[in-house]
């Protein structure tokens, strides 16, 4: 009888020490200390004709991002056939070589590998990420994508009926509505950030057209290379030589994206959408160029706002008032000035209530306690190693380095210049770069049932706007 009992008490006295060692939940877990990043220098050399090449070696993976980038792309457009670059890069893989578009498909499916062609406002690129037991075989794809697409009138009569079907569709999508509004305001309609292809526009773009647009731009003086992964600098450069050594002519494009004017006052644009359930809300103004010094305050002054799921915005948003499933916010670094945004979903009945919420932030972000600048410092350092864990992520951040010209030791830096940042600096940012007086305001959702409760805020002087003006015409479908 004593023996069971000195069991029992024994087992007390364990589930005891067990419940005596439950972690600690009421204050949060020490951070570690973030580590320190050491990317290798991104090397440059020339193939035969005279092309450069970015190249960085990342062994321990066997995978390899190759990307051949060419200056021009949708700023380039012509008034009159918006849309044009666009389905230039479309088309380029729609068939190369002696592939239609369905064996080319094919055989990049069969292969395993990821080939894509894509436009931006300032850029044309293709782009291959393949196993390296692959890499002879998808760099001949590669080679035709580039250098023989077909370009086949077929092709281009499917694909601009896909695009008609996506620009009927998109009168129906708040959330498109309500970005392409947002960007006409910031931008001006004319401005290539803001342009979008219309029904003209698209049925004015012929395939002698698209041909004419891959020729200038596609060239061999207009274009670089950028490697990463797994493979040797001779070895590629003797594959890049074989495939693209002869691809000569051209010249190279200088592209220029005018600055938008600085956003003066606060006005308020309405969109109507009846029977929305919900209203796209979009708040901004014109940002900053990349290259300014403010970068690293911008960075962190904006985890504290809406770039981080325990932002204000966030927090506020959709923890504390439940309006919508997120809140965030972010500022747009293109070549040129981009943009500051402020965004959500939120639901139509409390959407005065959540633009209300919305102006707190955006002004209370002037002043930051210290443990937020601490807290938002250490998400910054501790997740920036994380960005060049796979070969896709470090080649987009060498494309971004290369775009911006960054300086070499600028990955290297990135941690210690977070850290040192102090809270005069991002308050000043803050002060700075997010301006609720001198703001766009864009509002897509039922005006019958919101704007009364809009008006009733006084925040400014209130447009309304049709879905015709922001997106033109419903196109005709046949």
């Excluded at 479309?90 to 499916?109: C, F, K, P, V």
């Excluded at 030589?241 to 606060?266: E, H, Q």
């Excluded at 005006?447 to 009364?452: A, E, F, N, T």
Aim: cysteine-free.
């Amino acid at each position: 009888m004593k023996a069971i009992l000195a069991f029992f008490l024994g087992l007390l006295l364990t589930v005891h020490s067990l419940v005596a060692q439950k972690a600690d939940r009421t204050k949060p877990p020490v951070s570690e200390a973030p580590r320190s990043l050491m990317v290798p220098k991104v090397e440059q050399f020339i193939l035969k004709n005279g092309v450069k090449v970015y190249y960085l070696q990342k062994t321990g993976v066997p995978h390899v991002s190759i990307t051949i980038r060419s200056n021009g792309g949708t700023a380039n457009d012509p008034e009159d056939k918006i849309g044009l670059a666009t389905a230039t890069a479309t088309l380029m893989r729609d068939g190369a070589g002696n592939r239609n578009a369905l064996q080319l498909s094919d055989e990049i499916d069969y292969l395993g590998i990821m080939l894509q062609s894509y436009a931006s406002a300032d850029e044309m690129s293709v782009g291959l990420f393949t196993p390296v037991s692959r890499l002879d075989a998808a760099l001949d794809l590669m080679r035709d994508v580039v250098l023989k697409p077909r370009f086949e009138a077929a092709e281009w009569e499917r694909r601009q009926r896909e695009s008609l079907v996506a620009l009927a569709q998109a009168h129906d999508e708040a959330r498109i509505i309500a970005s392409t509004a947002f960007n006409q305001l910031i931008y001006g309609k004319a401005h290539p950030f803001a342009r979008r292809a219309t029904e003209s526009t698209l049925k004015n773009i012929s395939i002698a057209d698209i041909q004419g647009f891959y020729r200038q731009t596609i060239t061999a003086a207009n274009s670089s290379f950028l490697v990463v992964g797994d493979v040797a600098k001779e070895t590629i450069k003797a594959k890049l030589d074989a495939r693209f050594g002869l691809w000569k002519g051209g010249t190279a494009k200088k592209v220029t994206i005018s600055d938008p004017a600085k956003t003066i006052g606060r006005t308020l644009y309405l969109v109507d959408k009846p029977g929305a359930a919900q209203t796209e809300l979009r708040f901004g103004s014109a940002g900053v160029r990349r290259s300014t010094p403010d970068y690293f305050a911008i960075t962190i002054m904006n985890t504290i706002l809406g770039g981080s799921f325990s932002s204000r915005l966030n927090q506020n948003i959709r923890e504390t008032h439940g309006y919508a499933y997120g809140a965030n916010s972010g500022f747009s670094f293109p070549r040129s000035v981009g943009h500051f945004i402020a965004s959500s979903a939120v639901q139509t009945d409390v959407t005065d209530k959540a633009v209300n919420e919305f102006m707190k932030e955006l002004t209370n972000i002037r002043n930051v306690s210290d443990d937020e600048m601490n807290r938002a410092r250490n998400y910054e350092a501790l997740g920036y190693p994380e960005n060049f864990g796979t070969v896709n992520a470090l080649a987009a951040n060498i494309s971004e380095k290369i775009t911006h010209n960054l300086p070499d030791n600028y990955f290297n830096t990135y941690v210690p210049n977070i850290l040192g940042l102090t809270k005069t600096q991002i308050e000043r940012a803050a002060q700075q770069y997010v301006d609720p007086a001198n703001m766009v305001i864009v509002m897509v959702g039922d005006l019958s049932k919101i704007r009364d409760g809009i008006e009733a805020l006084s925040l400014g002087p209130i447009k309304v706007l049709t879905k015709e003006e922001v997106l033109g015409a419903i196109p005709v479908l046949k």
